[in-house]
Each structure stands twice: as structure tokens, then as C-alpha cells.
């Protein structure tokens, strides 16, 4: 194996997805993990829309789908009633191929993640964890503890995915600024019978009680995430058993059986930088927030595909070395953006005086339900939960506008017989669509940049999406749109490509050559 360039620390689904998308670009890697194996308990269960596109350009999203569970419904209840249905089936219909949350524990996500990187010739190195670091400049020497025994691995670049307690961040010096939740979570999985058994997720919010459950694995098993009452909170002694009856009584359920059970914190962070010269961190490592919306872990694999393609380009020369600070800029600004949302939405589902428990018994219960039966409020949340609304536009990755889509917005996906526009995603590279019919100007700076050109049909399918006739859109790796422009301007386009002197993987060896002299 040739020697590593980048070195994976931790492997979660943020890290597995870096190795997943930096393997299909050929750039060698290595992945360690200090635990003995993949987990065997997580919190995270939904995988979104947005993640669900990006396992869609790396050819496994059918096979993640197949593995989890598509949830359809979410039922909210109050004390021991069902007071509204939630129909997720239409809220993203005709905005993604994957209209739906997919139940998928992190721990079985993980394991599926682990058995395609092992199938592309990658093995997670167990038992091994980083002990320090140093950045001459050049290149990384990381220290790494292998069973015991101590060794040293240089590399080009260090990635941080061993989170909240990351010795990546620690190394940097980073601040972790934020704080922790007073309230003490648990999480359980049951064996059981209820609606949440059959595909449905419950949802529960009480005068003083949260709690969601949700499908899992198979047939009978349902995961339970929930706050322990004030009261049994301080006990060593706590199990599930001491709060089964409210929580049957509250999500509909009868337990039979506690397979395992866990308590913890909730923390509400973000590192004030997400890279430090050849170093990053990544995922939990670099933020953290309460669990509304199931977002946590799909923010990290996004920031694993948003910098897993700039580092393949930097290191195989297609790109400079510039473009890997829009990795902090375009992340960070989302991260703080979530954090700062989640934190104003959860607060109130916890507090103690008067307008939180009118939120809780009142607005959620019966005004959410109500606003949601109009269809634009359903895409509202869709695009919100899904991840498909986050936009770079303020990254100097993004320039231009064309119809309704900005420069650094995502490629809106337009649906046909053949797959649709996000079929060409598929090969991880630069790439131009035009919704129509490209002129001679654009088709010969095309040819001499060696980027893929793509004329899709104009219909009223592209017209609904936004996207204007005729336009240029110059398509990132990640499916983002970087630049944007109504007219077809080759020489904005040639301008574009050589401030960060971008190069596409097709490209040929004498357009290569062209490429590191603009």
C-alpha cells in the first residue's frame, strides 16, 4: 500500500465516510479507532435526505435504505393519548429521491460503513489511538498507540473524527466554548409492542417529560430516547424499570424485555476553528448540540464529504492548496447555525416556567400539527430536517445566480426515467449542467478545462425546480452548485477555474499541465 497521506482518527460514521469518499479517490489513508471494535450502543438513529445523496454518489444508498427502516409516520402523543399523525411521505416529495427519515442506529450504520470500506481494500486499525501530534509545516507526525506498543506515522494531513473528547482538538488548542444540559437523557432499546414496533415513530412531550421512540433492526425492537424524571435523576441505582410505566403510558408501548440501557448529558458546542494548518476536526470533534431534529451525525458525515474532495484534489495537484480553507468557512458557519437553532428550539421543550409549558402542552401538540397540513409549511420542514437547505452562498466557492439557485446553494434534483440530474454526481468530480442546449463559446472552454459536460433536457420539471433555460450551472463534487450564470459566460467560467486553479479528474495530463500555470 503506498504510503498514507491523510490519517482518520476515529471511526464513526464521520470518519468511515471520509475514508469511504478519499478511497474512491484514490488518495491512500490510513483509519484508527482506540476502541476494540464498532460500537454496540448509539443515540444517533435517523439518517436524512441530505446523507442519503451523498451514500447515492458513492454508489450504497440503496443498501443503507435496505438496512434501516423508512419511517412514514410520526404520531404525537400527550400524557397517554394520540392527539396528531404526522405524514412524512409527502413532506419532501419531488425535492430528493429519499422523501423520508430512515431509522438506522449508529451502531449498524457504522458496521455497514465498515464492511464497505474493508471491501475496497481499507482495514480500520482497532485498538489504536492517537497520543500526540506535531505540524512541522511540511507534513503531520502523529504518535499513535497500537495495542500497547508506540509508533510514529507522518502524513500530509491529520483529520480529527474522535469526538467530543478529541485529542485532535485538545492538540490544536483549540476552545470547545458552550455548555451542558442540566437534564440527564437515557437511552434504552426494548423489546416491545406499540406503534413504534410497526414503522411509526412516537413522539411524547408532557408538562415535565420528553421522549421519542422509534423502530429498529427487526421486527420488536423499538429505541427509546428520553429525560429521566428530576427525581430519579441523581440515583446510581437507575434503571429503566424505575421509569417503565410513564413511559409506557406516554409513547404507547409494552415492554417486554430492557436489552441495555445508558444515561448521559447533552452538550451544546462548537470549536471556534475547524482547521489549524495541516490539521481538522471533524463531527462531534468540532460540534455538538441537543438531539432535536436528528442532526448531529449527519452534520458530520457532511463535513467529511465537504472535505475529503478538497483534500484528493490539493493532494493529486487539481486543485491549490486555498481551496482547503473553505472547509472551516462553509462548515463552521453551519454548525453555529444549527447549534444556535437547535439550542432556541430545545430550551423550551425543557423549561420550567410558564410560556415553555404552554409549548409543550399547547403550540407543539396542536399548532405544529395544524401548520403542517399546508404543503409549503411541509417543504419548509422538510428541506429544515433533511439537510437539503444548507447553502455555501457566502463561500468564496460560490459566485453567481441563474433562476433561483445561487451560487453554493445544492443542485435541486430534478427527477426522470434515467435516474435524474444527480446520476452524473456519481463520479465525484467537476462537472457542468445545462438545462438545454450549450453554447460554442461554453462547449469549447469546456473542452479545454477537461470537465464533464451535461445537457439535460428543459422542462417543466427544471422550471419548477428553479433552474433557468439555457444557464450554466458548474457543479462541485459534492453536488453543490459553485458558480451560477443566466448567460453562459465562458470567460467567468475560465476565471472561476483558475483562482483556485481547479482541475477535474477527467482531466488529461496536458490540460493538467494548463491548469497549475493559471
Not at 424499570?241 to 445508558?262: A, K
Not at 433555460?469 to 443566466?486: K, N, Q, W
Not at 481547479?502 to 495530463?509: M, Y
Amino acid at each position: 500500500m503506498p504510503n498514507p497521506q491523510v490519517l482518520i482518527v476515529g471511526a464513526g460514521p464521520t470518519g468511515l465516510v471520509l475514508g469511504l469518499w478519499l478511497a474512491r479517490l484514490g488518495v491512500p489513508f490510513r483509519i484508527c479507532e482506540k476502541n476494540s471494535g464498532p460500537g454496540q450502543t448509539s443515540r444517533a438513529f435517523g439518517v436524512q435526505a441530505r446523507t442519503l445523496e451523498f451514500y447515492a454518489q458513492l454508489g450504497i444508498a440503496d443498501e443503507i435504505v435496505q438496512r434501516g427502516i423508512e419511517v412514514e409516520r410520526m404520531r404525537l402523543r400527550q400524557g397517554s393519548r394520540e392527539v396528531s399523525v404526522l405524514r412524512f411521505g409527502d413532506f419532501g416529495k419531488g425535492l430528493s429521491p429519499y422523501p423520508f427519515i430512515l431509522s438506522l442506529p449508529q451502531d449498524e450504520h457504522e458496521r455497514v460503513l465498515g464492511e464497505k470500506l474493508g471491501a475496497l481494500g481499507v482495514q480500520i486499525e482497532w485498538n489504536t489511538e492517537l497520543i500526540g501530534f506535531t505540524d512541522s509545516g511540511e507534513h503531520v507526525d502523529a504518535r499513535l498507540r497500537r495495542n500497547g506498543r508506540d509508533e510514529t506515522c507522518r502524513v500530509s494531513f491529520l483529520c480529527g473524527c474522535d469526538g467530543v473528547h478529541s485529542t485532535v482538538r485538545e492538540g490544536l488548542h483549540l476552545k470547545f466554548p458552550g455548555g451542558v444540559y442540566q437534564q440527564m437523557f437515557f437511552v434504552t432499546d426494548l423489546a416491545a409492542e406499540g406503534t413504534a414496533v410497526s414503522g411509526d415513530m412516537n413522539f411524547f412531550l408532557a408538562a415535565d417529560a420528553l421522549g421519542v421512540a422509534f423502530p429498529i433492526r427487526s421486527t420488536g425492537m423499538v429505541r427509546v430516547i428520553g429525560i429521566v424524571p428530576g427525581e430519579l435523576a441523581g440515583r446510581k441505582d437507575l434503571t429503566f424499570e424505575l421509569m417503565r410505566s410513564q413511559y409506557e403510558e406516554h409513547l404507547g408501548l409494552r415492554v417486554r424485555t430492557v436489552n441495555w440501557f445508558s444515561t448521559y448529558h447533552v452538550h451544546c458546542r462548537v470549536s471556534d476553528h475547524f482547521r489549524v494548518g495541516r490539521a481538522f476536526v471533524l463531527g462531534d470533534a468540532g460540534h455538538v448540540h441537543s438531539p432535536v431534529g436528528g442532526q448531529g451525525m449527519n452534520t458530520g458525515i457532511g463535513d467529511a464529504v465537504n472535505l475529503s474532495w478538497k483534500l484528493g484534489a490539493v493532494l493529486a495537484g487539481r486543485a491549490d492548496q486555498s481551496i482547503l480553507d473553505t472547509y472551516e468557512s462553509e462548515r463552521i458557519a453551519f454548525a453555529r447555525t444549527l447549534v444556535s437553532t437547535t439550542d432556541k428550539a430545545f430550551r423550551p421543550m425543557l423549561g420550567e416556567n410558564i410560556a415553555a409549558k404552554i409549548i409543550r402542552t399547547v403550540l407543539f401538540p396542536h399548532l405544529f400539527p395544524f401548520l403542517l397540513r399546508f404543503s409549503a409549511a411541509r417543504r419548509l420542514q422538510f428541506r429544515l430536517v433533511s439537510q437539503t437547505r444548507i447553502n455555501y452562498r457566502g463561500s468564496p466557492l460560490s459566485e453567481g445566480s441563474a433562476g433561483r439557485v445561487q451560487g453554493g446553494d445544492r443542485l435541486p434534483w430534478v427527477e426522470s426515467a434515467d435516474g435524474g440530474n444527480f446520476e452524473p454526481l456519481k463520479s465525484l468530480d467537476w462537472q457542468i449542467h445545462v438545462y438545454g442546449r450549450a453554447g460554442p463559446g461554453l462547449r469549447q472552454a469546456v473542452a479545454e478545462s477537461g470537465i464533464a459536460l451535461h445537457e439535460l433536457p428543459w422542462n417543466q420539471h427544471t422550471q419548477k425546480a428553479g433552474l433557468e433555460r439555457d444557464s450554466l450551472y458548474l457543479v462541485r463534487p459534492d453536488g453543490h452548485v459553485a458558480l451560477a450564470d443566466s448567460k453562459q459566460d465562458a470567460e467567468k467560467f475560465r476565471n472561476f477555474l483558475s483562482r483556485f486553479k481547479i482541475a477535474p479528474l477527467r482531466a488529461t495530463s496536458s490540460q493538467l499541465a494548463q491548469h497549475s500555470l493559471l
